[in-house]
């Protein structure tokens, strides 16, 4: 009897800890690891891996908690940072056939203004963001995209 109530135990103990690794899902812990954002450069060069290449490591951390981005079309439109975040984790891995350049239009010890150019085959996606220092770490507080 106490043999079968071992038995059950352990496989009670199995089937929790099978069911809690699940829960996590696959790549969770990546999607949560820190990203050295330290620098303005290492911060804007995380901005374009996540926007460009699917990046989903660190993307929480990136943006500033007051985040906003501008679209500048026909129908402007505003996004917040949760709705910017959850696109992002959307896109995860799916790299944008684009040409990228980045051009620093201001930079102080604790602000940064960033030109970031997407040459698509048919148009142009021109990003200006801005980052700045918080604690000890860049964050992403304001992107304004138009189109050409």
Same mark, same amino acid.
């Given at each position: 009897?106490?043999?079968?109530?071992?038995?059950?135990?352990?496989?009670?103990?199995?089937?929790?800890?099978?069911?809690?690794?699940?829960?996590?899902?696959?790549?969770?812990?990546?999607?949560?690891?820190?990203?050295?954002?330290?620098?303005? #450069?290492?911060?804007?060069?995380?901005?374009?891996?996540?926007?460009?290449?699917?990046?989903?490591?660190? /993307?929480?951390?990136?943006?500033?908690? #007051?985040?906003?981005?501008?679209?500048?079309?026909?129908?402007?439109?505003?996004?917040?940072?949760?709705?910017?975040?959850?696109?992002?984790?959307?896109?995860?891995?799916?790299?944008?056939?684009?040409?990228?350049?980045? #051009?620093?239009?201001?930079?102080?010890?604790?602000?940064?203004?960033?030109? /970031?150019?997407?040459?698509?085959?048919?148009?142009?996606?021109? #990003?200006?963001?801005?980052?700045?220092? /918080?604690?000890?770490?860049?964050? /992403?507080?304001?992107?304004?995209?138009?189109?050409?």
């Amino acid at each position: 009897m106490k043999t079968l109530v071992k038995t059950f135990a352990a496989a009670a103990l199995i089937a929790v800890s099978t069911f809690a690794m699940a829960a996590e899902g696959p790549g969770s812990k990546a999607a949560k690891a820190n990203v050295n954002l330290s620098t303005a #450069d290492f911060a804007l060069e995380h901005y374009v891996a996540v926007t460009t290449e699917g990046e989903s490591a660190g /993307v929480e951390q990136l943006f500033a908690e #007051d985040f906003s981005q501008k679209i500048q079309a026909s129908n402007a439109q505003n996004h917040s940072r949760e709705e910017v975040i959850k696109s992002l984790k959307k896109q995860k891995g799916e790299k944008l056939n684009c040409t990228v350049t980045t #051009d620093i239009i201001e930079e102080s010890a604790d602000y940064m203004v960033a030109k /970031v150019t997407m040459k698509f085959e048919n148009f142009t996606k021109t #990003d200006l963001v801005t980052l700045e220092r /918080v604690s000890n770490e860049w964050k /992403v507080s304001k992107s304004i995209n138009s189109y050409k």
